[in-house]
């Protein structure tokens, strides 16, 4: 028997000879085990170095039998750390993920403030949940993921980001890079795009701070914004907007439905100002017949503030907006699309706090209406955005860590109005 395995025996033996349930198992010992318990590290070369030949069934059944073994007294050591607070009545072992069904002794808070440090001395992240008539404690191998500290990648997005927003505002103006004028020779140029590339950068910025603030507030792991370029005319706005990435599970279904809410309102701190600030500055005109160009369709909270500013407008007269007012509306309509209740979206993470187990039956029917959506409004805006959501995301919402604490009251009442608020922000044509 090698040393390792020495060591685990000793250390099952304590466990077994009386020790307290609730002692978590000193760090070097929880170690020693994970190594001869997971893969074998000390003793691979040495069998590596006999295995001339393909092996036989009876050394393949004696691998296996030392793997399910192995898996056992993992999975004893980890039921006695929950047994002072959990009643196990069912226990199960799927590939390295272990799980244990039965009665909470404490509250699911507490539960998981006591359980997650002894997990995490093995190397594994504690998850509770709710699945049929018992709660289950599972067990999942994830190793914990620290801030990386590194903003080349995006720093480099920005700035990118920057020049492909810049040349959007100058076409917005009519004009544009190295077609009427030449950036190197004319910088100052430039300059005209300042307008709505500032406003909107600093509405998706404001929206992206808001989700990796309040994240970090609650200790999860997130990367800073990721901003999207994407070159002009092909790409109307110069970007495809911005992302983070949470790199760790929210804890529970509060701070899950803070931090998605976090964005969007934030977002909207600084569009609905800048969209009264530009609408200020637009002029209202007569359509001629033979009119060309975009229209960018009006959502309901649009109409309001368009005759907070200008009244009834006649008929055969619309609003020539000033390209703060465009930045206004594309942060709108970013938000809108930030709030659809489907799959990892905004929306989505509040759908789960707010609906749990139900989140993909709602994400379905989101699906679903985006695309009646697009078919009696004849928008192809609302199919192609249905179709990317289907193909890059699907329905699926990872849980928190406590899938069991229920949503706060106040949380409730904001997650419906944010569901309102995403009525008030869809334009039935987005552009046409």
């Known amino acids: 028997m090698s040393v390792l395995r020495l060591r685990a025996a000793r250390l099952l033996l304590a466990w077994i000879l009386g020790e307290p349930a609730q002692r978590v198992v000193p760090q070097t010992d929880a170690q020693s085990l994970l190594i001869c318990s997971c893969v074998g590290v000390s ?3 040495a ?35 929950v047994e002072d607070i959990f009643r196990v009545e069912r226990q199960e072992i799927r590939g390295s ?16 403030a006591l359980i ?23 067990a999942v191998p994830l190793a914990e993921v620290g801030d990386r500290g590194r903003s080349r ?29 030449n950036p190197f020779l004319q910088p100052l140029r430039l300059l005209d795009g300042v307008p709505f590339a500032f406003t909107l950068l600093a509405i998706l910025g404001t929206h992206e701070f808001g989700h990796y603030f309040t994240a970090r507030a609650y200790g999860a792991s997130v990367s800073l914004p990721y901003f999207i370029p994407a070159p002009p005319p092909i790409f109307l706005f110069g970007t495809m907007g911005a992302v983070i990435r949470m790199r760790s599970p929210a804890r529970d279904r509060n701070s899950l439905f803070d931090i998605a809410v976090a964005g969007p309102l934030a977002g909207l701190v600084v569009a609905v100002p800048a969209l009264l600030l530009g609408l200020s500055w637009s002029r209202v005109g007569m359509v001629l017949p033979e009119h060309s160009g975009l229209i960018f369709g009006d959502s309901l909270l649009m109409r ?9 407008i006649p008929p055969g007269m619309d609003v020539f907006v000033h390209p703060v007012a465009l930045a206004g509306w594309v942060g709108l309509f970013v938000t809108a699309l930030n709030l659809f209740p489907v799959g990892q979206l905004d929306g989505g993470r509040i759908a789960y706090a707010l609906f749990g187990s139900w989140h993909r039956q709602v994400s379905i029917a989101t699906f679903v209406g985006l695309m ?15 179709g990317l959501i289907l193909l890059l995301m699907g329905f699926h919402h990872p849980p928190p860590l406590d899938d069991l604490t229920p949503l706060s009251r106040r949380r409730y009442v904001l997650g419906v109005f944010c569901l309102i608020l995403l009525i008030l922000l869809i334009p039935p044509v987005p552009i046409s």
């Open 372 to 386: 009646a959506l697009g078919a009696v409004f004849r928008s192809a805006n609302w199919i192609v955005f249905a």
């Open 97 to 112: 993920t272990f799980g244990w069904g039965g009665t909470l002794l404490v509250d699911p808070a507490r539960a998981l």
């Open 43 to 45: 003793v691979y070369p």
């Open 47 to 81: 069998f590596m170095r006999r295995w001339r030949s393909s092996p036989s069934e009876q050394e393949l059944s004696s691998l296996n039998g030392e793997s399910l073994e192995r898996s056992q007294v993992l999975e004893d050591l980890l039921r006695r750390n």
């Open 153 to 181: 990648v995006n720093l480099l997005l920005f700035v990118l980001t920057v020049l492909s927003t810049l040349a959007a505002g100058c076409l917005v103006n009519g004009s544009f890079p190295f077609v009427t004028f």
């Open 304 to 312: 309001a503030l368009t005759w907070l500013v200008f009244g009834s």
């Open 116 to 138: 997650s440090p002894r997990f995490k001395t093995f190397g594994f992240t504690a998850f509770l949940g709710r699945q049929g008539d018992l709660v289950w404690i599972r």
